[in-house]
């Protein structure tokens, strides 16, 4: 019930084109999901985040789209560029009773020039 | 301000040894968690403080790791003795609820090799 279930392990786009990133969790009590980005030698940091009161969140190219009855969210990269290539993670916690983030296992983008 | 400041960078030892690694995190975060990283088991969450205090040490792996957070401003993590196994990136983050809207804020990481 713990686990943060992220697909697909890698992905490979063209620029200009749009990537997507899914996760899902099982426990219902999660109720704040951001997403990371992790280049090589760096700690992760945080991209964007979300909580279960919106079904959508944008800034600028990137966007996060949650499914609450599914139990899923998912990452979009507009307009993918070659810088954008990264490892993204995906995170989900309990908020105010827990606070820890529990990760995905990353999926590791290349964006082809 | 800095950000989230770990040492050493890169760490080579023999197995038996005891491993220190360091953490300074952001002034005014009340939170702080060691994670560790390997392509098998990607990032895990090996223990958490809250005001110094420590909150959930369930992910640290066995005995011979500990943690501590003297103060404010500093944290350790001690593998003894190190092993193998213990070849990984160890990350620190720090955040605060009232300050940083839940979002972690990461050190660059400290990659340890255990020979």
């Known amino acids: 019930q713990q686990q943060v279930k992220q697909s697909p392990q890698s992905l490979i786009v063209q620029k200009g084109g749009i990537s997507i990133i899914n996760c899902a969790y099982e426990n219902t009590a999660f109720d704040y999901f951001p997403w990371y980005q992790q280049f090589p030698g760096k700690g992760p940091a945080l991209l964007i985040a979300i909580r279960p009161d919106v079904s959508e969140k944008k800034e600028g190219r990137f966007t996060i789209s949650f499914n609450k009855s599914a139990k899923q969210f998912s990452l979009h990269i507009m307009d993918s560029q070659p810088g954008d290539s990264a490892t993204y993670f995906c995170?989900?916690?309990?908020?105010?009773?827990?606070?820890?983030?529990?990760f995905g296992s990353g999926t590791r983008l290349l964006v082809r020039p | 301000d800095a950000g989230v400041i770990q040492s050493p960078r890169h760490e080579v030892t023999e197995m038996g040894q005891e491993v220190t690694l360091r953490c300074k995190p952001i002034s005014g975060h009340d939170y702080l968690f060691w994670y560790r990283q390997t392509m098998m088991r990607g990032l895990e969450l090996l223990i958490y403080?809250?005001?110094?205090?420590?909150?959930?040490d369930s992910g640290m792996p066995e005995d011979r790791f500990s943690a501590k957070m003297p103060n404010a401003s500093f944290s350790t993590l001690k593998i003894q003795p190190s092993e193998p196994r213990d070849s990984a990136v160890y990350f620190c983050a720090s955040s605060s609820p009232s300050v940083s809207n839940y979002g972690y804020t990461f050190g660059s990481g400290t990659r340890l090799t255990v020979v």
């Open positions: 403080f809250n005001n110094n205090v420590p909150i959930d």
């Open positions: 995170a989900a916690s309990k908020g105010d009773s827990s606070y820890k983030l529990i």
